[in-house]
């Protein structure tokens, strides 16, 4: 993962098991060491469309599941252009975040200067302050948003799990739409993400920006 050809890991893959949140916690110790890599979603759903089915026992037992499926978990991409092009650029710049079901974006205003997802910050030695702004959008079938956290990690080139995790709570509110800003005095190399959470369970996860010297 040194490499700096692999952009990233694609750690939600039909659901969020299990799997998913030990993916997590490897992907957080990659950000403390430095390294900048991206999240991604997939379904592995193949033939899967609106059921998994496998044969467990030739002539005897089929299994059959809704997890992978197809479209159930994805990758939402803010793309600067169409095509395959666009695709790609918001892939290899992490312009992107995982869901299975709202949208979420994470920017971070600086000097009338707006950086997204994905993005590296330099800022001046000492401290500097930035405002960060964080944005979820769902609809009636994934439900209210219910809450949104904004986790801020120092980058320490070792394994550190010292994120700091500020929370709106959303569970009073009837929209479809919410926001959450912060403004943070930046003192040390940081990276910033976003995650969001409906009352229906469903969840959203941001690709990072980095705060550095």
């Not at 790609?88 to 994470?106: A, Q």
């Amino acid at each position: 993962l040194k490499n700096e050809k692999i952009k990233g890991i694609q750690i939600l893959n039909g659901s969020f098991d299990d799997t998913f949140f030990k993916s997590i916690q490897i992907w957080i110790k990659l950000l403390s060491f430095g390294l900048k890599k991206y999240i991604y979603a997939g379904n592995d759903a193949h033939g899967n469309f609106n059921y998994f089915r496998q044969i467990e026992v030739p002539m005897i037992k089929i299994n059959q599941h809704r997890n992978q499926i197809l479209g159930k978990c994805r990758t939402g991409l803010i793309m600067k252009k169409n095509g395959i092009s666009g695709f790609l650029d918001s892939i290899n710049n992490g312009r992107c975040y995982i869901t299975n079901g709202p949208m979420i974006t994470l920017e971070v205003n600086k000097k009338r200067h707006v950086f997204e997802m994905g993005s590296t910050i330099k800022v001046s030695k000492g401290s500097s302050i930035v405002k960060i702004h964080i944005k979820v959008k769902s609809s009636n079938e994934f439900g209210l948003i219910e809450n949104i956290s904004l986790y801020v990690g120092q980058v320490k080139k070792s394994y550190n799990n010292n994120e700091i995790e500020y929370i709106k709570n959303a569970k009073n509110s009837t929209s479809l739409t919410l926001s959450y800003s912060k403004v943070i005095n930046v003192k040390n190399n940081l990276y910033i993400r976003a995650s969001a959470k409906t009352k229906k369970n469903y969840l959203a996860y941001s690709n990072p920006i980095w705060i550095e010297f």
